[in-house]
């Protein structure tokens, strides 16, 4: 059985119930003490739940507080009550002495209100029975995004490494293993195996009748729903001259591969010869292309089932305008078969996109390998069920802790993280110290797997930054990237694509589809769209393209769009995206060393003169800009649209349209960078300046990668967790 800390798993209206149950239960006996005719109160039928504490249970022990103050029994409240009063006051003084106290626990109740999820003990799991500051890990994962993911489920062997069919791991003893991650748990595979019942993060949870009911987080056209819920997200700060600049950092379990847009798009090989010049450090394309291909074993990416009408008009378009084309039929020798992700020729034209969505429904990481591995281990025979692997929610981790050498020259080394949980309770994980002499393995690591943002704020809490007093690394929180992206609006003659926006007659609408496509979930089974471009600018500086254009049907799809106007009842209307892919522009982190351990951004202003942008990047945002107006003029989009709304007919002119990409451009958040190859860590993922800590995320990353960031996230991932199964082996 899976070891799990499991906190936040009430409902506010179960909670809000309880709790005013157990009031109701004190007020009645205090009345009845003051005189059976005087109750106050109509008659209420009380949970019987709410007159009992259930035992504890190793699945389930923390329906009710065993250990609050307020748990008081009701023998010991009457008895209290009267043993107090009854010797020296009169009937009438009893009478209106329990009047007063009921008033007061009246106005407690309707005035000052706990928050829902303070009524209940949430870590009676984690103090008795899961979480055991006294037991030792050999690997401490800190973030349970996508690479926290697939170190944990590989690492302690719930997957197999070299395949994801059932086979021997590589490992001969598997080693216990501790994943923190701050937010909860998310799709509905989670919530089956995890928690047996749902919980309060899982929103719309009926909206498909499935066994288990998918989450919002399963069903693809909520991406843009949920990515939008600042529920679900880090409140990273950010300064003036960030401009229009929302972080948009997931904070669940699956990190940010639980609310993006399910796009697949690999790195080029230009990416690690030309950009990151690591070679010969073992990043080099024919390396990791090993890595995607052995990811798609676990997370397989599918081709789309069926266009969108305005994915095949602008390819249809993209023909007419003498553009490389792919439809993703039929073989095409101007450019790559099937999508963008087939090397036989450069990353040119248009075509359409590979998604992670497996029979209408999300697959990424947190299910297709942290669900499958839980899933797989719970079938097993229960003598060769596995036990290594623990998972906790709702642990925000502050910073890690060091045993410092005394021996002159040695390394500080990495041996306890500290985080709160969602009670604000500090407490400490620790790993195993080594041991010494033949066949003793050494100590257990630290893994920051917190993503571009969150890791650095670590290492810097951490005293691993500019001047820090543990490794003094200048370049820790610096060099953050993005695909900054512009958008372009248009006004159409009809009804454009799918989206979901919440509403009822949405919902029907949906649930409609659903009955009619039963394997694939009708349009809820979509990304919403399906088709774009990559194009090189004149202004490259390189041989890979530095122009990614995305076609939304429906202009709500794009969450940060949603930022700057309000577009949810705009049916008419498509907006198309051209991203930025080799930029020049950075921002950089400033860390809070101080509650709540969250940092700011800033413009990089030691570049580019100050301002986020260079000219270069402006150039060729621009040039964007005009492709794809030049395609928009083409039939059959030409005759299907009515006008350009933004940047609109009158922004005409290189410099008209520079200012227009100045005010109005937006993050991807596809964020890199912040803890780079050769900067903070080696080749091998090691903190430079420490002993036994790693970061492997987004953020060891020199540059950005050419499209979408995911899947170069879990290459690199598994890339790593090849490192360290290697490396156990030769502790033994």
């Known amino acids: 059985?899976?070891?799990?800390?499991?906190?936040?798993?009430?409902?506010?209206?179960?909670?809000?119930?309880?709790?005013?149950?157990?009031?109701?239960?004190?007020?009645?006996?205090?009345?009845?003490?003051?005189?059976?005719?005087?109750?106050?109160?109509?008659?209420?039928?009380?949970?019987?739940?709410?007159?009992?504490?259930?035992?504890?249970?190793?699945?389930?022990?923390?329906?009710?507080?065993?250990?609050?103050?307020?748990?008081?029994?009701?023998l010991d409240t009457s008895t209290i009550m009267t043993a107090v009063v009854n010797p020296w006051l009169s009937r009438h003084v009893r009478r209106y002495l329990g009047i007063l106290i009921f008033a007061a626990l009246l106005v407690t109740i309707l005035f000052f209100p706990r928050r829902a999820d303070e009524g209940v003990k949430k870590t009676t799991l984690v103090d008795e029975y899961i979480f055991d500051e006294t037991c030792r890990y050999d690997y401490i994962i800190v973030?349970?995004?996508?690479?926290?993911?697939?170190?944990?489920?590989?690492?302690?062997?719930?997957?197999?490494?070299?395949?994801?069919?059932?086979?021997?791991?590589?490992?001969?003893?598997?080693?216990?293993?501790?994943?923190?991650?701050?937010?909860?748990?998310?799709?509905?595979?989670?919530?089956?195996?995890?928690?047996?019942?749902?919980?309060?993060?899982?929103?719309?949870?009926?909206?498909?009748?499935?066994?288990?009911?998918?989450?919002?987080?399963?069903?693809?056209?909520?991406?843009?729903?949920?990515?939008?819920?600042?529920?679900?997200?880090?409140?990273?700060?950010?300064?003036?001259?960030?401009?229009?600049?929302?972080?948009?950092?997931?904070?669940?379990?699956?990190?940010?591969?639980?609310?993006?847009?399910?796009?697949y798009i690999r790195a080029t090989p230009g990416d690690f010869s030309e950009r990151w010049q690591l070679e010969d450090k073992g990043w080099d394309w024919n390396e990791m292309v090993?890595?995607?291909?052995?990811?798609?074993?676990?997370?397989?990416?599918?081709?789309?089932?069926?266009f969108d009408f305005w994915g095949r008009s602008w390819l249809e378009a993209c023909q007419m305008n003498n553009e490389a084309v792919d439809f993703g039929d039929e073989k095409n020798d101007d450019l790559i078969f099937g999508d963008f992700n087939n090397f036989n020729k450069y990353r040119n034209g248009c075509g359409v996109f590979f998604f992670n969505i497996m029979d209408g429904i999300r697959n990424s990481v947190a299910s297709g390998m942290l669900g499958k591995a839980l899933k797989m281990n719970e079938n097993r025979p229960p003598n060769k069920r596995l036990n290594n692997l623990v998972v906790v929610t709702g642990?925000?981790?502050?910073?890690?802790?060091?045993t410092e050498s005394n021996e002159e020259g040695k390394k500080s080394t990495a041996n306890a993280v500290v985080f709160v949980d969602v009670d604000g309770v500090k407490r400490e994980a620790r790993v195993r110290p080594g041991a010494e002499g033949r066949g003793k393995r050494v100590g257990g690591s630290i893994i920051l797997s917190a993503g571009s943002i969150m890791s650095p704020q670590i290492l810097a809490a951490s005293g691993i930054g500019p001047r820090g007093e543990v490794s003094n690394l200048v370049n820790v929180g610096r060099n953050l990237q993005d695909h900054p992206a512009v958008p372009l609006v248009f006004e159409t003659t009809s009804s454009t694509g799918a989206a979901f926006h919440g509403s009822e007659s949405e919902f029907l609408f949906y649930r409609n589809q659903i009955i009619h496509n039963a394997t694939d979930f009708g349009s809820l089974g979509t990304a919403g769209f399906t088709a774009g471009a990559f194009f090189s600018s004149p202004h490259n500086n390189g041989t890979d393209p530095d122009i990614q254009i995305t076609v939304f049907p429906a202009i709500s799809s794009e969450p940060h769009v949603l930022e700057f106007d309000d577009f949810l009842y705009r049916p008419n209307e498509i907006l198309v995206t051209v991203a930025l892919l080799k930029p020049d522009a950075r921002y950089v982190l400033s860390p809070r060393l101080t509650k709540p351990y969250i940092p700011d951004i800033y413009v990089d202003q030691t570049i580019n003169n100050g301002s986020y942008f260079s000219e270069r990047d402006k150039l060729i945002l621009a040039y964007g800009i005009s492709k794809v107006r030049e395609i928009f003029g083409q039939k059959p989009i030409k005759s299907m649209v009515v006008r350009e709304i933004q940047p609109g007919q009158s922004i005409v002119g290189e410099e008209a349209v520079v200012d227009y990409v100045e005010s109005n451009h937006y993050p991807n958040s596809h964020w890199v960078g912040t803890c780079a190859l050769g900067d903070v860590v080696d080749e091998k993922f090691r903190v430079k300046g420490v002993d036994q800590l790693f970061v492997v995320d987004a953020s060891v990353m020199p540059k950005i990668t050419n499209g979408n960031v995911h899947s170069t996230v879990c290459a690199i991932a598994l890339k790593a967790a090849d490192m360290f199964i290697r490396s156990e082996n030769s502790k033994f």
Not at 3 to 30: C, G, P
Not at 202 to 207: E, P, R
Request: proline share 7%; charged share 20%; with cysteine.
């Open 395 to 402: 642990a925000t981790v502050t910073k890690v802790q060091f």
């Open 143 to 263: 973030g349970g995004g996508p690479s926290g993911i697939v170190l944990a489920t590989l690492l302690s062997g719930y997957l197999p490494n070299n395949s994801a069919n059932e086979k021997s791991n590589l490992l001969p003893v598997l080693p216990k293993v501790l994943l923190l991650e701050a937010g909860e748990h998310s799709d509905a595979t989670l919530q089956r195996v995890l928690t047996k019942r749902r919980t309060t993060k899982t929103a719309d949870t009926d909206l498909i009748s499935t066994d288990p009911p998918l989450t919002e987080f399963d069903i693809p056209l909520l991406w843009s729903h949920v990515a939008s819920n600042p529920e679900y997200q880090w409140d990273i700060g950010k300064s003036k001259e960030a401009g229009n600049l929302n972080p948009n950092v997931a904070k669940l379990l699956g990190g940010c591969g639980i609310h993006n847009a399910m796009l």
């Open 1 to 74: 059985m899976i070891n799990l800390m499991l906190l936040h798993e009430r409902t506010n209206d179960w909670v809000a119930s309880q709790r005013f149950d157990k009031y109701y239960i004190i007020l009645t006996e205090i009345l009845s003490m003051m005189d059976e005719k005087s109750s106050l109160l109509p008659p209420r039928q009380i949970s019987p739940k709410s007159r009992q504490i259930s035992p504890k249970s190793r699945l389930d022990t923390s329906h009710y507080d065993t250990s609050s103050d307020d748990e008081v029994s009701l």
């Open 290 to 306: 090993k890595y995607y291909d052995r990811m798609a074993e676990f997370l397989l990416p599918m081709k789309p089932g069926k």
